[in-house]
């Protein structure tokens, strides 16, 4: 049985000034990684599994999408379109949840290096109803952006890449105060930090926020858990000013419709976030070994599956901060969805085929 979003549990009167769709599964459950531990002798592991956001498609963007979808439909929009690389997980999001409140999902997407979770993503995307455009290059996307908000035949709304505006992170404040309350009932230990992927910075920033509203709230913990945001994308998209101007952001939204126990300073918020660049490799969207790594340790131990672009990197900073000690319980955020997809295998634009025949990108 699904339990109410916790955002809204806390603050009723917000679902009357924010629009939200219930797509997922909450509480996401929270886990005992103990076979990890040993193998690395560190203090206690878990694991918030949003990879089981949703059967159909979970991992960490059905947190962001509930709010922007809600959004485009409330303004009259007839198709959502999600901007991306051609492995984008908040493409493919889109596609499998924007028809359930009424929407026709589209993608824009330019060229990443190959792997084969780009690869098996964007034939799940192509094996949708999603109006996928693929461009060939990145310099295509601003034009491709300006065509579809011109045409004259359906109403559009286009997301920002990763759904990174304050509505997004205002998913992940709630589940935040999800956590907390998991804690609170005892289902877990307060961690002392959080491990994320960071690619758009929505999911740092939102949980940046939702851990200093959960410690102000009196739920889980007294003392916010640091959030240990491991870099995926370059800087200075991902540095830690980026997070927490967003994060702030994300504040002064949720406190103009809550009031005042809503509003974190830039400060403390900043403070709270630590930016791991250690494990970027090669760049974003190339696997790297460290990464290659930590996704074997997490099969043998039971833990969620990874991938190669966002969560094995975050798994290996997951991983080299238990085996050097780092004071405990830490708590890894698994954003990948672990729900099986079909995939297309015909009707592929020539160029795509042509990427999806290309040299698979090298690990750094």
Same mark, same amino acid.
């Given at each position: 049985?699904?339990?109410?979003?916790?955002?809204?549990?806390?603050?009723?009167?917000?679902?009357?000034?924010?629009?939200?769709?219930?797509?997922?599964?909450?509480?996401?459950?929270?886990?005992?990684?103990?076979?990890?531990?040993?193998?690395?002798?560190?203090?206690?592991?878990?694991?918030?599994?949003?990879?089981?956001?949703?059967?159909?498609?979970?991992?960490?963007?059905?947190?962001?999408?509930?709010?922007?979808?809600?959004?485009?439909?409330?303004?009259?929009?007839?198709?959502?379109?999600?901007?991306?690389?051609?492995?984008?997980?908040?493409?493919?999001?889109?596609?499998?949840?924007?028809?359930?409140?009424?929407?026709?999902?589209?993608?824009?997407?330019?060229?990443?290096?190959?792997?084969?979770?780009?690869?098996?993503?964007?034939?799940?995307?192509?094996?949708?109803?999603?109006?996928?455009?693929?461009?060939?290059?990145?310099?295509?996307?601003?034009?491709?952006?300006?065509?579809?908000?011109?045409?004259?035949?359906?109403?559009?709304?286009?997301?920002?890449?990763?759904?990174?505006?304050?509505?997004?992170? *205002?998913?992940? %404040?709630?589940? +935040?105060?999800?956590? !907390?309350?998991? @804690? =609170?009932?005892?289902?877990?230990? /307060? #961690?002392?930090?959080?491990?994320?992927?960071?690619?758009?910075?929505?999911?740092?920033?939102?949980?940046?926020?939702?851990?200093?509203?959960?410690?102000?709230?009196?739920?889980?913990?007294?003392?916010?858990?640091?959030?240990?945001?491991?870099?995926?994308?370059?800087?200075?998209?991902?540095?830690?000013?980026?997070?927490?101007?967003?994060?702030?952001?994300?504040?002064?939204?949720?406190?103009?419709?809550?009031?005042?126990?809503?509003?974190?300073?830039?400060?403390?918020?900043?403070?709270?976030?630590?930016?791991?660049?250690?494990?970027?490799?090669?760049?974003?969207?190339?696997?790297?070994?460290?990464?290659?790594?930590?996704?074997?340790?997490?099969?043998?131990?039971?833990?969620?599956? *990874?991938?190669? %672009?966002?969560? +094995?990197?975050?798994? !290996?900073?997951? @991983? =080299?901060?238990?085996?050097?000690? /780092? #004071?405990?319980?830490?708590?890894?955020?698994?954003?990948?969805?672990?729900?099986?997809?079909?995939?297309?295998?015909?009707?592929?634009?020539?160029?795509?085929?042509?990427?999806?025949?290309?040299?698979?990108?090298?690990?750094?």
């Amino acid at each position: 049985m699904t339990a109410p979003i916790a955002l809204l549990s806390h603050f009723p009167g917000l679902a009357a000034r924010v629009p939200w769709a219930a797509l997922g599964n909450w509480p996401t459950p929270v886990e005992p990684l103990d076979a990890l531990a040993r193998q690395l002798g560190s203090s206690p592991l878990w694991v918030k599994r949003e990879d089981r956001a949703h059967p159909a498609f979970g991992g960490n963007k059905v947190r962001t999408l509930e709010t922007l979808l809600a959004r485009a439909a409330e303004a009259g929009a007839q198709r959502v379109w999600a901007t991306g690389a051609y492995g984008s997980n908040h493409a493919l999001c889109t596609a499998i949840h924007a028809p359930r409140v009424g929407l026709a999902a589209g993608a824009l997407l330019v060229p990443q290096p190959l792997t084969a979770t780009a690869a098996r993503n964007l034939r799940a995307l192509y094996a949708t109803d999603c109006r996928v455009v693929a461009l060939r290059s990145a310099a295509e996307l601003p034009v491709a952006t300006v065509a579809v908000c011109a045409r004259r035949d359906e109403r559009a709304a286009v997301m920002t890449p990763g759904g990174a505006v304050p509505r997004g992170a *205002l998913g992940h %404040v709630s589940a +935040a105060l999800e956590l !907390a309350g998991q @804690v =609170a009932a005892g289902a877990c230990p /307060a #961690p002392a930090a959080i491990v994320v992927a960071c690619g758009s910075t929505c999911t740092a920033a939102g949980l940046s926020l939702g851990v200093h509203l959960a410690a102000r709230l009196g739920i889980g913990w007294r003392d916010p858990p640091r959030i240990v945001a491991v870099r995926v994308t370059p800087w200075p998209v991902t540095s830690a000013a980026a997070i927490a101007a967003l994060a702030a952001a994300t504040s002064r939204v949720l406190a103009r419709h809550v009031g005042p126990v809503a509003r974190v300073g830039l400060r403390p918020l900043r403070a709270a976030v630590e930016v791991d660049a250690r494990f970027l490799g090669g760049g974003y969207g190339r696997p790297s070994r460290a990464g290659a790594a930590a996704a074997a340790q997490f099969a043998d131990a039971g833990g969620p599956p *990874l991938d190669e %672009v966002y969560s +094995a990197k975050s798994a !290996a900073a997951f @991983v =080299a901060r238990a085996r050097a000690g /780092a #004071p405990g319980p830490l708590l890894y955020w698994a954003s990948r969805s672990s729900a099986p997809q079909a995939l297309a295998t015909a009707g592929l634009p020539r160029h795509v085929r042509r990427w999806l025949a290309g040299p698979p990108a090298r690990p750094g």
